[in-house]
């Protein structure tokens, strides 16, 4: 079992056989790149006291299975606010781009009527999960090994095709091998599966695939299980939205939205 979705090179992240893709052994999961995305940023973010409130990932072409390099750019410095920009390169290839907002939090008192909801859920003891790929049923796809195969999941209700789902998620490894993984980039990293929680098959060949994630965090998730609840929806355009409510065992912790287009089982990798 790798130690961790990538090993640090010098300036090269190289990823492990635990952030496959479960398409093609050849590309990488969307969420070991959007974890990598919200690391590089979190590493370049200029204040302790300013806290990840939303990251977009634009996935804009499959990412190879092979070492890679980050550059950021701050956009936007301030005590209050902050907005850094990411490239991920292979070779000399940009392959995902992310734009990451930074706010501060400063303590308030907030009547009952705006705080959000808390939930009733409990997370999972470790005797009941198995991974994500075998909670899904997605066991028989075209790469057996990858981040599908190594996170962990208790599916709660749906996750069955129906543009639904409701699970506990845990990542049992660090993002990069020998740095502590933050709550923040936890969620980063399996954020990606709401559409796998929440997919949309439209016939036994025809299902979903997204094009980007933007991950939005009122706080930082307690606990080591992220809680995911999804729902998908298209218009006869062929393309739709993955809308996912992220909780922990305090209650709603952020929203994920995605977009989502149609993709044949045939076309995949």
């Not at 992220?226 to 355009?237: E, F, P, V």
């Not at 739709?240 to 989502?260: H, M, N, P, R, Y």
Request: aromatic share 4%.
């Amino acid at each position: 079992m790798s130690e961790a979705l990538f090993l640090r090179d010098g300036e090269f992240y190289v990823p492990t056989p635990a952030s496959g893709s479960p398409w093609s052994p050849a590309h990488l999961h969307g969420g070991p790149v959007v974890g990598l995305m919200a690391h590089a940023v979190e590493q370049a973010s200029e204040s302790a006291d300013l806290h990840l409130a939303r990251l977009t990932v634009d996935l804009l072409r499959p990412v190879p299975n092979s070492p890679l390099t980050i550059t950021t750019r701050l956009v936007r410095g301030g005590k209050r606010l902050q907005i850094i920009e990411a490239s991920l390169i292979a070779g000399e290839t940009e392959v995902t781009r992310a734009s990451a907002l930074f706010l501060e939090n400063r303590p308030v008192t907030v009547p009952e009527h705006g705080r959000f909801p808390a939930t009733e859920l409990e997370p999972p003891s470790a005797p009941v999960e198995a991974t994500v790929a075998e909670a899904g049923g997605w066991q028989n796809r075209y790469s057996p090994v990858g981040l599908h195969s190594t996170a962990k999941a208790v599916v709660l209700d749906g996750v069955n095709g129906s543009g639904q789902g409701l699970a506990w998620l845990r990542l049992p490894l660090p993002l990069v091998q020998g740095v502590k993984t933050s709550p923040s980039v936890m969620a980063a990293t399996l954020c990606d599966f709401g559409n796998g929680v929440g997919q949309l098959n439209l016939s036994s060949d025809l299902g979903c695939i997204n094009t980007d994630v933007s991950l939005y965090l009122h706080r930082e998730p307690v606990g080591e299980w992220l809680g995911l609840d999804a729902r998908s929806r298209m218009q006869d355009t062929g393309v739709g939205l993955v809308e996912t409510t992220l909780f922990d065992s305090q209650g709603a912790v952020g929203k994920i939205l995605q977009a989502i287009i149609t993709m044949r089982t045939h076309e995949a990798g």
